[in-house]
């Protein structure tokens, strides 16, 4: 399967604890999305990167939330001190960004988060 | 402010019959426009966009969208609907307020349910 790939799929954790999701995307894809998705809601964007570089962030991403992208291929979300609030499904897309062009967002499976 | 909106939450259609899914926005200058579709535990799939052109966009799965500039809106459409195209259906404007993060708002999507 050569599409964007999430792990895991489904994370249960207690309030408090740390967390990470990692996403692969497609292969020589230079920019990688997150976004957050509640229940009856669509995807929020959380954070991009071209390449190794993050470029934006959302005012969603507080302080507990990071991500990376090193050397630009796969990314990882990491979520410090889990709340409640924080249940979602953390979504994974990526792009080929080329000048002159508007690109396609293809999107992994998703992480369901799951804070008890 | 950018932002799609979906106005019904649930669309409900006989097998073999056309089916609309309705989507407006609200954006300034010209909209980048695209449908994805989520069936249960998968994530999002592309289905079409539409950047300049021609206003009938044909997608996957036999799915079209029209987009009405005078109407601001961009709903997708299908001939013929199958059983099988029921899922979650969301419509996204790319936000070019900041440049060029190729970040997506979402609407809310709307329920597709194709009875037999």
């Known amino acids: 399967d050569t599409g964007v790939s999430q792990n895991p799929r489904h994370k249960i954790t207690k309030r408090g604890q740390n967390v990470t999701f990692r996403c692969d995307p497609i292969?020589?894809?230079?920019?990688l999305y997150w976004y957050r998705q509640t229940l009856g809601q669509g995807p929020e964007f959380l954070t991009y990167?071209?390449?190794?570089?993050?470029?934006?962030k959302s005012r969603l991403l507080s302080d507990r939330f990071s991500a990376e992208r090193p050397k630009g291929s796969f990314s990882t979300l990491e979520i410090q001190r889990t709340e409640q609030g924080d249940s979602a499904m953390y979504l994974c897309?990526?792009?080929?960004?080329?000048?002159?062009?508007?690109?396609?967002?293809?999107f992994g499976p998703g992480t369901r988060l799951t804070v008890l | 402010a950018q932002s799609v909106a979906q106005p019904e939450d649930q669309v409900n259609v006989a097998e073999g019959n056309p089916l609309t899914v309705k989507c407006t926005y609200s954006?300034?200058?010209?909209?980048?426009l695209f449908w994805y579709v989520q069936y249960p535990n998968r994530g999002l799939q592309f289905l079409l966009k539409?950047?300049?052109?021609?206003?009938l966009v044909k997608g996957s799965y036999g799915f079209e969208a029209e987009f009405n500039k005078s109407q601001t809106s961009f709903h997708l459409k299908k001939p013929s609907a199958l059983v099988s195209d029921s899922a979650l259906y969301f419509c996204?404007?790319?936000?070019?307020?900041?440049?060029?993060?190729?970040?997506?708002?979402f609407g809310q999507g709307t329920t597709l349910q194709v009875k037999p």
């Open positions: 897309a990526s792009s080929f960004r080329r000048e002159g062009y508007t690109d396609t967002q293809y």
């Open positions: 292969s020589e894809h230079n920019r």
């Open positions: 990167f071209q390449n190794e570089a993050q470029l934006e």
């Open positions: 954006v300034s200058g010209n909209p980048y």
């Open positions: 539409y950047i300049t052109g021609d206003n």
């Open positions: 996204a404007v790319r936000d070019i307020r900041s440049g060029n993060t190729g970040k997506l708002i």
